[in-house]
């Protein structure tokens, strides 16, 4: 009955196959109420916890108002912006541009008194949302996805970052609602190009992201362990081509910038930070092997302050190991390297963590491990193959548990009870 009453996409609604594609139907279209759902109640509860004043460290903002006024550069730099790069009488952001592109359109609507953290939180939203999404492709439960999905939201360091929004929480929020897209994309091996561009755009909000581009490649073109050679050769080279042609803009872009701020596309504008390679921790330069330690202290090791006088035990600005603050992440041990979406998820991971633990900084000012984030999509894929094979109440009760460590730690630190 192609195109009658009673059909489901030209198939006989009474027909086994027209069932079965009208049961699809619907639970597509409930799967995107969750997620829009999930996106809704994230987006309030970040706007709900986060701070009533206005974001002093709002360099994305006044970028946004430069790019609207065909600057790339600012014209004065308030004292409490330490890290702007002066030459030639105006002060350059050294940061990748993405978030002051994503804000250019709030900036034109509400002028630069916008409160970054409010489009911090509304990005953030959608992130869970898409995240949602991308949980829906592997197969779990209902029950299952929705509980990742607030882990994800109100468990890690997300939680806090999103919902504070300043200038370096807001780079990490812009990058991990892009490269969630690509999943998406990646893992229904649609579009590559596409692909491509989204994972650049989270490039040029954080450049370490660069190198989970691996994963995305072995999505689209179904690669899987051990490696073999696609059936389809011609499609899985046209993928990659794709892929690469769509990543590739982004970093032409990103060239580009730098040639026109610095006079070399390889000029990033971090060294040129006033100072910055005086800091105690940036004796051996901005990377180092020797900085590895500190890296693995703080990701493993480091804990809650502790003291005698109340709440007892909070936040400390170094951060908080990841165990500590998501100890849902503990079940990532149980995943399988046979199961090719973990493997090149691993990898990616493997790969982006060589410039996130040789770099002098761990992060701080943060709560957890806030550099985490350029891997929290890909950690949760890994995530959601392990929970394939059914989600124990221990589980469960480590997805409380993540959630109730990382909502007491935004309340600590709103209420002031955070120190280094």
């Not at 006024?69 to 009488?89: K, M, Q, V, Y």
């Amino acid at each position: 009955m192609a195109g009658g009453t009673g059909s489901v996409r030209g198939v006989a609604a009474g027909t086994p196959l027209g069932r079965a594609l009208g049961a699809a139907r619907a639970r597509i279209g409930r799967d995107v109420l969750i997620a829009v759902a999930l996106g809704i109640l994230a987006t309030a509860v970040y706007l709900f916890t986060s701070s009533r004043d206005r974001e002093n460290l709002d360099y994305f903002v006044r970028l946004a108002d430069a790019f609207l006024n065909g600057r790339i550069h600012l014209t004065e730099a308030p004292s409490w912006l330490t890290e702007l790069i002066p030459r030639d009488g105006v002060w350059y952001v050294p940061y990748p541009p993405m978030p002051a592109v994503m804000l250019v359109p709030f900036v034109l609507l509400l002028g630069t008194d916008l409160h970054q953290q409010v489009a911090s939180a509304l990005f953030g939203g959608v992130a869970v949302g898409l995240t949602y999404l991308v949980l829906c492709r592997f197969a779990l439960a209902e029950r299952v996805r929705v509980i990742l999905a607030l882990v994800f939201a109100f468990g890690t360091c997300f939680f806090y970052t999103a919902e504070t929004g300043n200038t370096w929480y807001l780079s990490h929020v812009v990058a991990v609602m892009f490269a969630t897209t690509a999943v998406l994309l990646a893992l229904q091996r649609r579009w590559p190009l596409l692909v491509g561009l989204l994972l650049g755009f989270a490039v040029l909000s954080r450049l370490p992201v660069v190198l989970t581009a691996p994963f995305y490649a072995a999505m689209l073109v179904g690669l899987g362990w051990p490696v073999r050679m696609p059936a389809d050769r011609r499609g899985a080279a046209r993928s990659i081509l794709l892929f690469g042609a769509g990543l590739a803009v982004p970093l032409v872009v990103l060239a580009a910038y730098n040639v026109a701020r610095f006079g070399s596309p390889l000029e990033l504008g971090y060294a040129l930070i006033p100072g910055v390679l005086d800091e105690p921790y940036y004796q051996e330069g901005i990377f180092s092997i020797s900085y590895i330690p500190r890296h693995v202290y703080a990701i493993f090791f480091r804990s809650w302050n502790w003291s005698d006088s109340f709440p007892w035990v909070t936040p400390s600005w170094w951060g908080l190991a990841i165990l500590l603050t998501t100890p849902l992440y503990l079940w990532l041990l149980k995943a399988r390297l046979q199961d090719p979406r973990v493997l090149y998820a691993a990898i990616a991971v493997g790969l982006t963590l060589i410039p996130l633990v040789t770099h002098g900084n761990v992060g701080f000012t943060q709560f957890g491990y806030r550099f985490s984030l350029d891997l929290q999509p890909l950690l949760f894929v890994i995530l959601a193959t392990v929970f394939e094979r059914g989600m124990s109440r221990l589980a469960a009760a480590a997805a409380a548990l993540s959630i109730l460590f990382s909502t007491y730690g935004v309340w600590a630190i709103g209420a002031g009870y955070v120190a280094f």
